[in-house]
């Protein structure tokens, strides 16, 4: 079984989360925040560290009473 991974996330100057999956889902980042215009980022500007995002579940694994196929209610 595979480990888990954490995304990066993307998130303005002032804190607010634009995308937490940016790599994942890029086609959500946006250059400046909806919210207070401000630039977004990454990475933090001091250490250059990616900003932890969405954690993604090993592939295989369901919690406890779940299974990966929906089923349709009739």
Same mark, same amino acid.
């Given at each position: 079984?595979?480990?888990?991974?954490? &995304?990066?996330?993307?998130?303005?100057?002032?804190?607010?989360?634009?995308?937490?999956?940016?790599?994942?889902? %890029?086609?959500? +980042?946006?250059?400046?925040? &909806?919210?207070?215009?401000?630039?977004?980022?990454?990475?933090? %500007?001091?250490? +250059?560290? %990616?900003?932890?995002?969405?954690?993604?579940?090993?592939?295989?694994?369901? %919690?406890?009473?779940?299974?990966?196929?929906?089923?349709?209610?009739?």
């Amino acid at each position: 079984m595979s480990e888990g991974r954490y &995304d990066t996330a993307q998130i303005c100057m002032n804190g607010h989360i634009i995308n937490s999956m940016s790599k994942s889902h %890029p086609e959500h +980042n946006k250059e400046f925040c &909806d919210k207070c215009g401000a630039r977004t980022i990454t990475k933090c %500007p001091h250490c +250059n560290t %990616p900003i932890r995002g969405h954690y993604h579940e090993p592939l295989g694994f369901f %919690p406890s009473g779940t299974s990966h196929r929906t089923t349709s209610h009739r």
